[in-house]
Nanobody, 118 residues
Framework: QVQLVESGGGSVQAGGSLRLSCAAS????????MAWFRQAPGKEREFVAI???????NYADSVKGRFTISRDNAKNTVYLQMNNLKPEDTAVYYC????????????WGQGTQVTVSS
């Protein structure tokens, strides 16, 4: 079982930056694809970014060029660096883990709020 705890959320003005962290415990994240999702009020949860267990990353079109996902397997932590934030980035951000070969994300954090004002 993997436990995930997000931190780093907050309130910023448009154009600002935040770095989210997702600290994992229970299992090493090196065996998991790790992703960030977000959910804005009244909207469906949506994919933001993923870092695969082997190598490589992928991003939603809406955040490409502004957000960077990274992982530190030694610290068992995943990060999401968010630059040039926009009001439409306002949401609760969730960290999720998917075991290699699994078809779904079985482990989720509690979420951290990001609010971007114009």
């Amino acid at each position: 079982q993997v436990q995930l705890v997000e931190s780093g959320g907050g309130s910023v003005q448009a154009g600002g930056s935040l770095r989210l962290s997702c600290a994992a415990s229970g299992r090493t994240i090196s065996n998991y694809d790790m992703a960030w999702f977000r959910q804005a009020p009244g909207k469906e949860r949506e994919f933001v970014a993923i870092t695969w267990s082997g190598d490589g990353t992928n991003y939603a079109d809406s955040v490409k060029g502004r957000f960077t996902i990274s992982r530190d397997n030694a610290k068992n932590t995943v990060y999401l660096q968010m630059n040039n934030l926009k009001p439409e980035d306002t949401a609760v951000y969730y960290c999720a883990a998917r075991a290699i070969g699994s078809g779904r994300y079985d482990h989720w954090g509690q979420g951290t709020q990001v609010t971007v004002s114009s």
